[in-house]
């Protein structure tokens, strides 16, 4: 059964970094495809981005996000990184780290994803 955890989160000033962090356990993740998702308080979830799986890695991200945060995974570690630059305050929400077994061109849509972490939480502050 594959567990996925976040670690990396916390508060920042607006225009700072954070580097997150999915660690998984259970299974290899060179076959899934992952997803980074948040949801703001009083809003609904929304996909932020994605890695495809080895075969085709490919990186999708939310408009909202392009240029600033940055998809990584690294197969030998088991683990996926989502590196947050230029945060803003509308980038303040509980992140969720997703994953699902797939060879396809990834998507941030959360309905594709079997796995999910807990969620770690992100505040940007003005």
């Known amino acids: 059964q594959l567990q996925l955890v976040e670690s990396g989160g916390g508060s920042v000033q607006a225009g700072g970094s954070l580097r997150l962090t999915c660690a998984a356990s259970g299974t290899p993740l060179d076959d899934y495809a992952m997803g980074w998702f948040r949801q703001a308080p009083g809003k609904e979830r929304e996909g932020v981005s994605c890695?495809?799986?080895?075969?085709?890695?490919?990186?999708v991200y939310v408009d909202s996000v392009q240029g600033r945060l940055t998809i990584s995974r690294d197969n030998a570690k088991n683990m996926v990184n989502l590196q947050m630059n230029s945060l803003k305050t509308e980038d303040t929400a509980k992140y969720y780290c997703?994953?699902?077994?797939?060879?396809?061109?990834?998507?941030?849509?959360?309905?594709?994803?079997?796995?999910w972490g807990q969620g770690i939480q992100v505040t940007v502050s003005s």
């Open positions: 997703a994953a699902v077994n797939s060879s396809r061109v990834c998507s941030i849509d959360e309905n594709e994803y079997a796995y």
């Open positions: 890695i495809s799986a080895r075969r085709v890695i490919t990186s």
